[in-house]
T-cell receptor
Framework: NAGVTQTPKFRILKIGQSMTLQCTQDMNHNYMYWYRQDPGMGLKLIYYSVGAGITDKGEVPNGYNVSRSTTEDFPLRLELAAPSQTSVYFC?????????????FGPGTRLTVT | QKEVEQNSGPLSVPEGAIASLNCTYSDRGSQSFFWYRQYSGKSPELIMFIYSNGDKEDGRFTAQLNKASQYVSLLIRDSQPSDSATYLCAVEISGGYNKLIFGAGTRLAVHP
């Protein structure tokens, strides 16, 4: 099991460019999440999904879009990148049944917008 | 606005001592509470979760929960230099889907 994988690990974008951050999990989890973490701060939820075809906004969704066409994949799209989107982005997944509710995190994508 | 508050630290303790990390939360409906450890440049990893009032022990770690006071804590006994990391308190938002609100984290430094 690879767990949660994210690509790319690092990316530098110019203002106004767009990109997609990829996230894949092989644990057959229904729930998936995207977070951003700014320096010295906790994680902020951007978007989440409770299953293929179902997504919803988190705390900080502006400037981002998501889709969930399969259980495994949950890509995050940045349109018209801005310096305020410079951050580390983490994807996570969790089991949807009764249980601990633990979220499993990918290794992160460090994004710089200049 | 649902919030989770932690002291940012750094909390500096000598090797072998007990480290005490604290967290308060605002959502009275929250039922599940998590402590994640995050090493610099790495992703968070779960070390403890707690649902019921009282203490829960796992090895050198003890989580304590007081829902009436909206307070969660993590004790690390016999602290080791390898425990030096940022500890994130996370609270599940009432309403389901395992959605979490994270605190900003407390940086712990264990010195030999």
């Amino acid at each position: 099991n690879a767990g949660v994988t994210q690509t790319p690990k690092f990316r530098i974008l110019k203002i106004g460019q767009s990109m997609t951050l990829q996230c894949t999990q092989d644990m057959n989890h229904n729930y998936m999440y995207w977070y951003r973490q700014d320096p010295g701060m906790g994680l902020k939820l951007i978007y989440y999904s409770v299953g293929a075809g179902i997504t919803d906004k988190g705390e900080v969704p502006n400037g981002y879009n998501v889709s969930r066409s399969t259980t495994e994949d949950f890509p995050l799209r940045l349109e018209l990148a801005a310096p305020s989107q410079t951050s580390v982005y983490f994807c996570a997944s969790s089991y949807s049944g009764t249980g601990s509710g633990e979220q499993y995190f990918g290794p992160g994508t460090r994004l710089t917008v200049t | 606005q649902k919030e989770v508050e932690q002291n940012s630290g750094p909390l500096s303790v000598p090797e072998g001592a007990i480290a005490s990390l604290n967290c308060t939360y605002s959502d009275r409906g929250s039922q599940s509470f998590f402590w994640y450890r995050q090493y610099s440049g790495k992703s968070p990893e779960l070390i403890m979760f707690i649902y019921s009032n009282g203490d829960k022990e796992d090895g050198r770690f003890t989580a304590q929960l007081n829902k009436a006071s909206q307070y969660v804590s993590l004790l690390i006994r016999d602290s080791q230099p390898s425990d030096s990391a940022t500890y994130l308190c996370a609270v599940e938002i009432s309403g389901g889907y395992n959605k979490l609100i994270f605190g900003a984290g407390t940086r712990l430094a264990v010195h030999p």
